[in-house]
């Protein structure tokens, strides 16, 4: 049976928790009918043979008909149906009316798993098909076909209650959730009933019993079943989980696997691959008991392997995919779209209980939200509120929606809307909106709504919560109006209990702290007289009355113990040498003789420490006056000019393009003493010897240019080692 983890919350900072499921009881749990009494239409031994046989003997069975009959009557008892039902049939085409071969037709098609035709085989021939003769064939089929309630009117119109009725009638009523009524019928059925099913109706007993401490939190009782079975096994741990002893539950899960295996393991037949598909039900539970205990990972790790197997049961696969959307949150969004398409599988509303269905839409309105889909969310939380308009929690996602639009206001008014229609659970929306007020900054508003909540007013987390938003706003007046409400309602209700003394005391402290002694006076006096052994509250009302009436101050220090009682035996010395101290006395050493003679000689001389010489610079010079003003900042001193601008000094490369500076001329060649002094004329042999030595300025090369050269050519070898 799936169950719905923790009670879904009700305020607004709360509505985004997730509401975890974990499947329900095996035996009536998954709704798969072979877990049941009666996971097919099985009539009783030698019933379909009988009815058959009875049509051989018909009158005007002659001839073909009664070969026909007898292929029937061979078919039936070697399970055939498909071929029986051809043979009856042909029958029908010779006596359409005949109320036994329409009998057959009825079985063979339920057999063939045909269920409408079969209903409509019933439906078309009322008059001869009355509900005495086949009340449990329509039964039957219209609880296959998920029509629930119509076959609960069915079962209780006929006229005669056989066993395999009251056996249908329990699974019906599992199906519409009437937990009590299905558990007297199965008791019922137990005690009345001995045959082969004993084992399997005690199963389904267990489901039951499992569903009302899970669903409706009744306190199982002890039926005294021995849990010889896995699914008997694992029905416990689901009510031992509707009980919050998770730890038992995860005991008697193990135990439910290890008696799956062994008997899956005894039938040759079944594969391991059959037996993780039938031990995945367990493992599910197993995950979700993780879950509710924190642990988060693995949990997570098992639902995803349980995923992994792709079991048949939708209703397995849709629980699952939701508690992943759970452990998910508001974090990995695109997975929990992804796993939320397992929820809307077809025919998984047949599955789940109301409130499973209730609770994964819950889940995909939140995820709508988180998603950033406004207008799917506002559709799901308004069909959600039109299914169950009592229920909080869709008013409490569109309030949260309107606050992720910025719409505080609309939101304070929705929720003002329900709290008035729906008085019951005015004190729950109120905290909401109290909530939207702080957030807001209007503290004095939220206390307001607060305070109107009257069924809350005396309990000590409201008082702490009202004197604390009281006090940030500096209402002190009003922080002990609250305090005085509350002792009120206490001294009225619940006089001289914990809560009552304990809201005094804070009482008193609170107005100690704010300089309120005089009304502490009355406060302290009520403590002091339920205790007037507490020194403590005894000191306090001495030093309120000291500045109120000092007379009564002295009067009440007299019932103040003595000193020699307050006085606490402690060792010094332990104290000292302990690793806390900040202080450790130092032992005193042994005395020399010359030291004793020093100490009687000079007994009160104290020595003179030695002072240090301090450290002068190493061009520090002792002739000169050092400068007074050394401490100040160069700015700061009186004889600092600032610097001089406009006198820069000429370097060489850089200034304005072709602009000269001085130290051009160390450049200029004809400058040089190599150079003759006068230029010789043209054609003079001097003038030839000189130009013949002399390299023209257009040739030379700048010093130092080869090197660079060849550092250029390494630079390029080092990288350019790819090439083209």
């Known amino acids: ?61 002659a001839g073909a008909a009664a070969a026909l009959w007898s292929e029937v009557n061979r078919c039936g008892q070697n399970g055939d149906f498909a071929r029986a039902l051809k043979a009856v049939n042909k029958i029908l085409q010779i006596s359409k009316d005949d109320v036994t071969a329409l009998q057959c037709k009825v079985v063979c098609l339920i057999q063939n798993g045909n269920f409408k035709e079969a209903l409509s085989v019933i439906n078309t021939h009322t008059k001869v098909l009355t509900s005495d003769i086949i009340a449990f064939e329509k039964a039957y089929c219209e609880y296959r076909l998920n029509r629930i309630e119509s076959a609960l009117k069915t079962i209780q119109s006929a006229s005669q209650q056989t066993d395999k009725l009251k056996e249908l009638y329990g699974q019906v009523l599992y199906r519409l959730e009437r937990y009590d009524d299905c558990l007297a019928a199965y008791r019922d059925l ?35 079943l021995r849990e010889a079975t896995y699914e008997l096994c694992y029905n416990s741990a689901c009510a031992l989980i509707g009980q919050g002893k998770l730890n038992e539950a995860m005991k008697k899960l193990q135990k439910a696997e290890e008696l799956c295996r062994q008997s899956l393991s005894e039938d040759s037949d079944v594969t391991e691959e059959d037996i993780e598909a039938e031990l995945a039900i367990i493992h599910g539970q197993m995950a979700y008991i993780m879950q509710l205990q924190g642990r988060t990972e693995d949990a997570l790790q098992l639902y995803n392997q349980i995923i992994k197997l792709k079991p048949t049961d939708i209703g397995l696969l849709a629980v699952i995919a939701n508690n992943i959307i759970t452990i ?25 209980s109301k409130k499973q269905l209730q609770a994964i839409e819950f889940n995909k309105a939140l995820l709508a939200m988180y998603t950033n889909q406004a207008d799917q969310c506002r559709k799901l939380s308004a069909s959600l509120q039109s299914q169950s308009p009592e229920h909080l929690l869709p008013v409490l996602i569109q309030a949260a929606q309107l606050c992720r639009e910025k719409q505080h206001a ?29 957030a807001q900054g209007s503290v004095t508003k939220a206390c307001m709504i607060l305070r109107s909540i009257e069924e809350l007013q005396h309990k000590p987390g409201m008082v702490s919560a009202l004197v604390t938003m009281y006090s940030h706003e500096e209402d002190i007046d009003s922080a002990i109006e609250v305090f005085t409400q509350a002792i009120q309602w206490y001294q009225q209700f619940q006089p001289k209990s914990p809560v009552h003394l304990s809201l005094i005391r804070e009482a008193a402290n609170f107005k100690l702290k704010h300089g309120r002694k005089k009304e502490a006076i009355s406060d302290l006096e009520e403590l002091w007289k339920q205790n007037p052994k507490d020194v403590h509250t005894l000191a306090q009302l001495i030093s309120a009355y000291s500045l109120v009436d000092p007379e009564k101050a002295k009067v009440l220090s007299k019932h103040l113990p ?49 002072k240090k010489k301090g450290k002068l610079p190493k061009n520090y010079d002792p002739k000169v006056t050092p400068d007074p003003e050394r401490w100040l900042p160069m700015r700061e001193r009186s004889y600092y000019r600032g610097r001089k601008k406009g006198k820069k000094k000429d370097q060489v490369g850089k200034g304005t393009q072709g602009s000269t500076t001085a130290g051009s001329s160390e450049l200029d060649a004809s400058r040089t003493a190599s150079s003759p002094p006068t230029s010789p004329r043209p054609g003079s042999a001097a003038a030839v010897s000189a130009t013949s030595n002399v390299i023209p300025p257009r040739h030379q090369k700048p010093a130092g240019a080869p090197a660079t050269k060849k550092k250029q050519q390494q630079k390029k070898k080092k990288g350019a080692k790819g090439g083209w």
Not at 39 to 49: D, H, I, L, S, T
Not at 330 to 347: H, I, M, P
């Open 190 to 224: 137990i005690r009345n009933s001995q045959d082969e099913y004993e084992e399997e109706r005690k199963t389904n007993l267990s489901a039951v019993v499992a569903a009302q401490s899970t669903w409706e939190k009744v306190m199982p009782e002890d039926l005294g």
């Open 328 to 352: 998910n949150k508001d974090q990995n969004v695109f997975d929990s779209k992804k796993k939320v398409k397992l929820t809307n599988a077809e025919g998984v509303e047949h599955k789940l």
């Open 562 to 610: 003595s000193s020699d009682t307050m006085s606490l035996k402690v060792d010094v010395d332990a104290l000292e040498n302990s690793h806390g101290a900040t202080y450790v006395r130092k032992k005193a050493g042994k005395l020399t003789a010359d030291n004793q003679q020093k100490e009687q000689g000079q007994g009160d001389v104290k020595k003179k420490k030695k």
């Open 410 to 438: 609309k939101a304070v008014g929705l929720l003002q809307d329900f709290a008035d229609q729906h008085p019951a659970n005015a004190a729950e929306i109120k905290l909401t909106m109290a909530q939207l007020k702080i």
């Open 1 to 61: 049976m799936l169950r719905l983890a923790p009670a879904l919350l009700a305020r607004l900072a709360r509505a985004r928790h997730w509401a975890p499921l974990a499947r329900r009881g095996a035996a009536a749990a998954s709704g798969e009918e072979e877990r049941f009494v009666f996971p097919e239409y099985e009539p009783e031994p030698g019933e379909a043979a009988a009815a058959m046989a009875a049509v051989a003997a018909a009158p005007g069975g």
